[in-house]
T-cell receptor
Framework: GENVEQHPSTLSVQEGDSAVIKCTYS??????FPWYKQELGKRPQLIID?????GEKKDQRIAVTLNKTAKHFSLHITETQPEDSAVYFC????????????FGQGTTLQVKP | DADVTQTPRNRITKTGKRIMLECSQT?????MYWYRQDPGLGLRLIYY???????NKGEISDGYSVSRQAQAKFSLSLESAIPNQTALYFC???????????????FGDGTRLSIL
């Protein structure tokens, strides 16, 4: 079945450093890849997404890259700040028009001041 | 602001009890979803619905049932709760995708369910 693997499960960086979270997906027909941030005790919130016809997308300090050949996509956070500390989830959606997302296992990011 | 509201926010109950979790939304979205979140497993889809006449099973539907009472309401039931159903449950909504534009899912605040 469809599967999304996310690594690492935990990531600790110093404030100001960059953080990278990586995901791989199994369904080659997947065409939409959102990233969600979940702060402690809060709901997941969309922070950035990318479609399969785009290789990279950037929004201020956050960027996502997609390698369709390798079935791999990554979240890059530059100049990390303590408020970036949260759990981050990647997800992939197949080509069927169901809206179903398959989520990765999550990465707990800790930014140390 | 239009939102997704889940009730209750927290619930503790005993094995064998019937539980209903409710979700309502004022976003006007047609599509609604139920997920459960477990540490280290991410978010897993239980059921989803495209409209009041459309209900579909997700990855882990066994032991759960749903009801789409109206466009704005989607309830999740545990007919006979068991301890391994202890988890954080999220409802989400979305619009159908448009050409060249994917519509994101919007989540509620979650229901923390503990089954003793």
């Amino acid at each position: 079945g469809e599967n999304v693997e996310q690594h690492p499960s935990t990531l600790s960086v110093q404030e100001g450093d960059s953080a990278v979270i990586k995901c791989t997906y199994s369904d080659s027909a997947s065409n939409y890849f959102p990233w969600y941030k979940q702060e402690l005790g809060k709901r997941p919130q969309l922070i950035i997404d990318i479609r399969s016809n785009v290789g990279e997308k950037k929004d201020q300090r956050i960027a996502v890259t997609l390698n369709k050949t390798a079935k791999h996509f990554s979240l890059h956070i530059t100049e990390t700040q303590p408020e970036d500390s949260a759990v981050y989830f990647c997800a992939a959606r197949g080509s069927s028009n169901t809206g179903k997302l398959i989520f990765g296992q999550g990465t707990t990011l800790q930014v140390k001041p | 602001d239009a939102d997704v509201t889940q009730t209750p926010r927290n619930r503790i109950t005993k094995t064998g009890k019937r539980i209903m979790l409710e979700c309502s939304q004022t976003k006007g979205h047609d599509r609604m979803y139920w997920y459960r979140q477990d540490p280290g497993l991410g978010l897993r889809l239980i059921y989803y619905s495209f409209d009041v006449k459309d209900i579909n099973k997700g990855e882990i539907s066994d032991g759960y049932s749903v009801s789409r009472q109206a466009q704005a309401k989607f309830s999740l039931s545990l007919e006979s709760a068991i301890p391994n159903q202890t988890a954080l449950y999220f409802c989400a909504t979305s619009e159908p995708d448009r050409p060249y534009s994917n519509q994101p899912q919007h989540f509620g605040d979650g229901t923390r369910l503990s089954i003793l």
